[in-house]
């Protein structure tokens, strides 16, 4: 399982150094928009009806303020804003940074 050696905040952006040598960045308001929490996405119901989340997307200015590794499997940042129930696992950083690639931000 693909797991991160190092992580550090460079200026306006996370770094992520992961086991197999790969390197990942991210903005730090990239990182907060795209937060998996219920907070900020909302949850669906099993009639996929969606409760709860925000319809905002700017986060412009959201710094990380701090981290902590959840288990084996993922990332829980702690932001500027207050906002800290996002679980990021390690795959969704993976595919957030083919999301961050492709010029999605």
């Not at 991160?4 to 730090?28: L, R």
């Not at 119901?45 to 905002?56: A, C, L, M, S």
């Not at 957030?96 to 492709?102: C, G, K, P, T």
């Amino acid at each position: 399982m693909l797991k991160p050696k190092n992580v550090q905040s460079i200026g306006q952006e996370i770094a992520i150094a992961w086991s197999d040598g790969s390197e990942s960045y991210f903005p730090m308001a990239f990182l907060r928009r795209h937060s998996p929490s219920a907070e900020n996405r909302g949850e669906t119901d099993i009639f996929g009806q969606k409760y709860g989340g925000t319809d905002r997307t700017d986060f412009e200015g959201v710094t990380v303020t701090g981290w902590h590794f959840v288990g084996n499997y993922a990332i829980r940042f702690e932001f500027s804003d207050g906002h800290d129930t996002g679980l990021y696992s390690f795959s969704f950083l993976k595919e957030l940074e083919r999301v961050a690639q492709d010029g999605e931000e």
